[in-house]
């Protein structure tokens, strides 16, 4: 096959790049540039988006002695992931920016320019098992990126090549380092890359200014505090809240609403939920039948919990087998089949809508 | 392999690559007393007298750096600084927005941290600075620091009067530099006759090493070094003379120079079958920078070798990729250090539009260009436009 590999400067993608190579494939590297004023040098735990980063890779392509191309896509990249995100939180919703991330720009605007310009498939470095059309969890379930891929469909998936996912991260590191590349132990990468300081509320306090709004305890229906932007609070925090119940029992975020900027807090008990309803799904493969059991996941390092998944208003309806904290509307609720042999089947996703 | 990228840089002339590798086995610092140092400089000295009568300058006007981009940073701050520090009120620097980096950015960087004001020349549909166009921005030149014309543009080939041009300025005493680095055995470039004050070149351009070039600048012009040290280069330069790729760049020099008239001849005959054939071939491609046939001051308008042509529909890096993959290597003319494709900033000087800008490609050709080059691109460049542009309208 022809195929592009995308290689962020990181290990993962430089090993995927190689297996490409080994696998006797036609491999052409490409680096997206996905910011317009990038820094020259890597900081803090990004390890995609500087110059240095954009190096890195061609070192690497170099090495492999396959072509090599920056591909500029920050226009697509801020109005497709930032601005998202940004209105998302403006929204009082909690969106996922890598998932929007592979689902508008890796395996959209990159894969649609490859193939017009020849390729067949996009190879990244992603943690997740790709074999047959089926998408999978990685056999390294610390480092599964499965949930983040959730979103992708059918007519993507057939064209998209994830070498890693049979290894575990430590087996990808020591590929590169057989193969001598300087990134073998280039540390991971975690934090959310257009966020060069980690601080997402000042982020969001940048782009969105302060929106003062009331902390309302819904135990007590009192307004026990004043905040300085809904967006810096994400359901299901306990954390940083700022305030005290007079029943000294720990607070948790319930609900954001934008249009009052009110955000009100409960007990343990009120922050859990049994049931989601979400917006129209996306299916990796078949459409499954409906109602059916399977598990779902929340968040990229959630844990799976059991669920009955039926119809609902052109939506979903996920019955939880346990009661969840911290599901935020704007989260993608991710179906998997659960498979121990082979690895959990992703089905789907769908963003959630509201929780009961 | 079918190279055309000659602007970027052109391979070694044999007489270069042999004179350079000879030397390289010599010891000997051309500053030393001994014999070996006397032997090193008398081989430098040499090579700075033939690169000096290739292009009518004294040898004692050669100062030697390590290129183009040396060269256009000693100008523009040198003479800036110079001049400024002899009088405070000449603090405008008088540029097109065609230039190379090394001059717009040198420029912006007075402006930033040496308060310097910086008076953009129109540079018109061709690229080209017109002497109207430069007294007017001049004006009675008396707060005037230094004004800086490429002699031809790198990127759609543009040639300007330079010798007009350093007319205009001298008339109202403002000391004209001009980078040389495309025209220097392209075109005929005569220092004294051009009569500009400083003249920035570059050896891996005509066929000499990379690394190593001459900025000419007249002995009663004033240029305050950037490099402090040995003061080798007339106290305006220092550093341990290269003397191997010094001998390599005036040997390419002088056979550049030397047969510079059949060899502009024949690279032209090819450049203008390329340019026909692609828009025979691509009937809606755009030729950007003067026509082919341009004359300016009794002499090429454009630059033989370049063709720079805008393919609507189609971006530059898809169609340099889809090129490279068959083996034909071009540029789109402009990349920033992270190889991230931007809309070439002379395009833009010229009044294209941004899209316009972005869907170019630069086809340099140079001494090793054959006919099966040509060919090499006109068998291809329609299938690949086409991909390019289904790639494009996504």
Avoid at chain 1, 167 to 176: D, F, H, Q, S, W
Avoid at chain 1, 293 to 298: D, I, M, S, T
Avoid at chain 2, 29 to 51: T, Y
Wanted: glycine share 12%; proline share 5%; hydrophobic share 45%.
């Amino acid at each position: 096959m022809r195929v592009v590999a995308a290689m962020s400067g990181g290990v993962d993608s430089a090993v995927a790049a190689a297996l490409a190579v080994e696998a006797g494939h036609d491999v052409t590297g490409v680096h997206l540039a996905l910011s317009p004023d990038r820094q020259q040098l890597r900081s803090g735990s990004r390890g995609c988006c500087s110059v240095e980063d954009s190096h890195d890779a061609r070192r690497v392509a170099d090495e492999l002695g396959i072509p090599f191309y920056v591909w500029d896509l920050a226009d697509r990249f801020r109005e497709d992931v930032v601005e998202d995100f940004v209105a998302e939180y403006a929204a009082g919703r909690t969106p996922n920016p890598c998932l929007r991330c592979n689902e508008k720009i890796k395996f959209s605007a990159v894969l649609d320019r490859a193939r017009a310009l020849g390729f067949d498939a996009v190879v990244t470095g992603h943690h997740a098992r790709l074999v047959g059309g089926e998408l999978r969890r990685s056999v390294d379930a610390a480092k599964d990126q499965s949930y983040v891929l959730g979103v992708l469909t059918a007519e993507q998936l057939a064209h998209a090549v994830f070498p890693l996912g049979e290894m575990t991260k430590e087996r990808v590191r020591e590929l590169a380092a057989e193969r001598g590349f300087a990134v073998a132990t280039k540390p991971d990468s975690h934090d959310i890359c257009f966020i060069s300081d980690g601080d997402t509320r000042g982020f969001l306090t940048r782009r969105l200014g302060e929106q003062p709004g009331p902390v309302v305890d819904a135990a007590t229906g009192a307004t026990v505090g004043r905040h300085a932007g809904a967006y810096g609070f994400t359901i299901g925090q306990r954390r940083g809240l700022g305030v005290t119940a007079g029943d000294q029992r720990p607070r948790f975020v319930l609900g954001i609403e934008p249009v009052s900027r009110t955000v009100t807090i409960g007990t343990a008990e009120q922050a859990e939920v049994s049931e989601v309803v979400t917006a129209a799904p996306t299916w990796t493969g078949p459409v499954p039948g409906l109602p059916f059991r399977g598990q779902v996941q929340v968040r990229a390092h959630g844990a799976p919990v059991p669920c009955e998944v039926t119809a609902a208003d052109g939506g979903l309806r996920i019955t939880l087998g346990e009661r969840q904290r911290g599901v935020a509307p704007g989260q993608s609720a991710v179906l998997y089949a659960p498979d121990a042999l082979r690895g959990d089947r992703v089905l789907g996703q769908a963003a959630v809508s509201t929780t009961a | 392999m079918t190279y055309l990228d000659h602007a970027a840089t052109t391979p070694m002339l044999p007489v270069a690559l042999a004179a350079m590798t000879e030397q390289l086995a010599q010891v000997g610092n051309a500053s030393s007393l001994h014999a070996s140092g006397r032997q090193a400089r008398r081989v430098a000295e040499q090579s700075r007298e033939q690169l000096a009568a290739a292009l009518g300058a004294r040898p004692s006007e050669v100062l030697f750096t390590a290129g183009g981009t040396e060269g256009d940073n000693l100008a523009v701050k040198g003479l800036y600084w110079a001049r400024r520090a002899a009088d405070d009120r000449r603090r405008r620097i008088v540029t097109s927005p065609a230039e190379h980096h090394a001059v717009l950015d040198s420029v912006e960087w007075l402006e930033t941290h040496a308060g310097a004001e910086v008076t953009w020349l129109p540079v018109g549909p061709t690229g080209r600075v017109t002497p109207e166009a430069l007294a007017d921005a001049l004006g009675d030149g008396r707060d005037v620091a230094v004004a800086s014309v490429m002699w031809a543009n790198n990127e759609i080939g543009a040639v300007s009067d330079v010798a007009a041009l350093a007319a205009v300025a001298h008339a109202v005493g403002v000391p004209l530099h001009t980078d040389a680095v495309q025209a220097v055995g392209q075109l005929p470039v005569d220092f004294a006759a051009g009569g500009v004050d400083a003249l920035t070149l570059t050896g891996h351009k005509l066929g000499g090493p990379v690394g190593a070039g001459a900025l000419l600048l007249r002995r009663d012009v004033e240029c305050t070094p950037l490099l402090h040290g040995g003061g080798q280069e007339r106290d305006v330069r220092s550093g341990t003379l290269d003397v191997a790729a010094i001998v390599g760049l005036a040997a390419a020099a002088r056979a550049a120079v030397g047969d510079r008239v059949e060899r502009a001849a024949r690279v032209t005959a090819l450049r203008d079958r390329l340019v026909a054939g692609v828009l025979a071939e691509v009937p809606d491609a755009q030729l950007n920078g003067p026509a082919l046939d341009d004359v300016v001051a009794g002499g090429p308008g454009r630059l033989p070798g370049n063709a720079h042509l805008s393919f609507p529909g189609a971006e530059g890096d898809a169609l340099l990729m889809l090129l490279d993959a068959r083996g034909i290597e071009c540029s789109t003319g402009s990349a920033c250090s992270a190889g991230v494709a931007r809309p070439s900033h002379v395009l833009l000087a010229t009044g294209a539009d941004p899209a316009r800008a972005r869907s170019s490609l630069r086809l340099s050709l140079g001494h090793t260009s054959t006919g099966a080059d040509v060919d090499a691109v006109l068998a291809v460049i329609g299938p690949v436009v086409e991909r390019a542009r289904r790639a494009g309208a996504r």
